[in-house]
């Protein structure tokens, strides 16, 4: 079977079947297809009752605003990488969670707000850690109504949105000259991809619907006239998917329960073995992109821009 890539209309043949090995949520087989023009791997059909692969406690809610500070305290190193472009002003992260990196940008002085799908986050994020958080599933219509931000997130979000190039346009729009885009996704350029392949967790089959490769995040930024200004495999949170990846994977490959410790044991020691090649963009799990809209003249935006390439 050949597929045209939704993206490019590229010819994609069919990649893998795989099945749900992290969460072992049924025993369907999902068929994922990757393009050969621009290289995404993408899942065809995407079931359509997506909600009921989120089960509750998906989220790890903290218990109370002393939890989320600790947890906050991890996301640190998110705050010090976007601080390092944008050190102050209006931040958007869409698909927080509950919360923790917003919570560190407003310790650091950002003005915060959030976009999340999940009720439950939502409430825990205004009621709880007072942040300003629309509940919704169409972010796109959400950026389009939006005042211009300095700064929109996408930490590990962008694999689990149907058709995401939609979203980053609307993201890319919606943000102001000097301001930026971050996106961290897994990458299928991986040593990883290339050893586990179906059975790699960051395939995390019916979740992960597209997997865009670096370059192609990197083409979509600048045919918007976007400036790459990073493109990192060696940032904190790729370090730990990294060693992440090694012990799931390895995990998913033990069939009986009793070695899947001993697997991700000997998975967690592969990655520190393996970390020097791993921390290249070229081989790493996944990879942070940070997209800058570039200054044209005062007061113009993207959205300016199109207008008036469009008059
Ligand atoms: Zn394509």
New binding site residues.
Partial sequence: MNYS?P????A?PRCFRTEDFNRRSSSALYTYFR?T????LFLDPVPENLGVFYPKGYHRMPAHIGDLETLARGEKYKVDLVSRFVPIGRLLEIGPSYGGFLYAARQAGYTVEGFEMDKDCCRFLTEIASIPTIQGTDVVAALRCSTPYDIITLWHVVEHIPSPWITVRAAMEAIRPGGILVIATPSTDSFQFRIFGRRWTHIDAPRHITLLPPSLLASIGKSAGFEIVELSGSDSGTLYWNEFGWRESLANLSPMPALKLASRLFGSALSIALSPIERRIRWSSSYTIVLRNPVISPGSTIRDKNRQGAS
């Fill in positions: 890539c993206y490019c209309g590229g994609s393009c023009s621009c290289g995404l």
